[in-house]
């Protein structure tokens, strides 16, 4: 399985973008790239995943490399509410050839007034 | 919608007692998860279902039985508590299993 390695910390702004960068560079030709937020005393909540290039959705947006090395998540305009714990993943199909996700220590991002 | 559903949400074990951690989904989800949470070590897969009737070792299965009751219904045993099972633990269910994986809100457990 692919492992990840992630910032364990940044700090932000209010209003400004943040950008949380992954590297990922035992990645598979299978493995899909999908990116979670924690809150504290809650579950990990989905925020986006993709295979290449960019993905947008009304939250983030992920951009992926042609190489998928590693890549970046973006969270424009962050508000003191987006102070979480970020978690990258690689992953492929449970029940499949082997797979799961895995979790790793994520990155705390702590956005300041 | 509940999603999914925890119980209980706290629990006090002693040393060497048994209990068992529920978990039921009401999105028709076909694969199922339990994850423990320890301070700085992120979430690590304990077991996971990827279908009704398949159960599945993850990374730190040591210590833990699962039961997958129904497709709604994903159980997580401990026969014989150890303090080094003190942890907050979460279900999680999906559709397909890459993509958009659903939470519980944990179970914290202390076992003393």
């Known amino acids: 399985l692919a492992k990840t390695t992630q910032p364990i910390s940044m700090d932000s702004y209010e209003g400004q973008e943040v950008n949380i960068t992954c590297s990922h560079n035992n990645i598979a030709t299978n493995d899909y790239i999908t990116w979670y937020q924690q809150f504290p005393s809650q579950g990990p909540r989905f925020i986006i995943q993709?295979?290449?290039t960019k993905v947008t959705n009304e939250v983030a947006s992920l951009f992926i490399p042609a190489d998928r090395k590693s890549s970046t998540l973006s969270l424009p305009r962050v508000s003191l509410s987006d102070t979480a714990v970020y978690y990258c993943l690689v992953g492929r199909k449970p029940g499949g050839s082997q797979g799961n996700l895995i979790f790793g220590k994520g990155t705390k991002l702590s956005v300041k007034p | 919608n509940a999603g999914v559903t925890q119980t209980p949400k706290f629990q006090v074990l002693k040393t060497g007692q048994s209990m068992t951690l529920q978990c039921a989904q009401d999105m028709n989800h076909n694969s199922m998860y339990w994850y423990r949470q320890d301070p700085g070590m992120g979430l690590r897969l304990i077991y996971y279902s990827a279908s009704e009737g398949t159960t599945d070792k993850g990374e730190v299965p040591n210590g833990y039985n699962v039961s997958r009751l129904n497709k709604r219904e994903f159980s997580l045993r401990l026969e014989s508590a150890a303090p080094s099972q003190t942890s907050v633990y979460f279900c999680?269910?999906?559709?397909?299993?890459?993509?958009?994986?659903?939470f519980g809100s944990g179970t914290r457990l202390t076992v003393v």
């Open positions: 999680a269910s999906s559709e397909t299993p890459t993509y958009g994986y659903t």
């Open positions: 993709g295979y290449k």
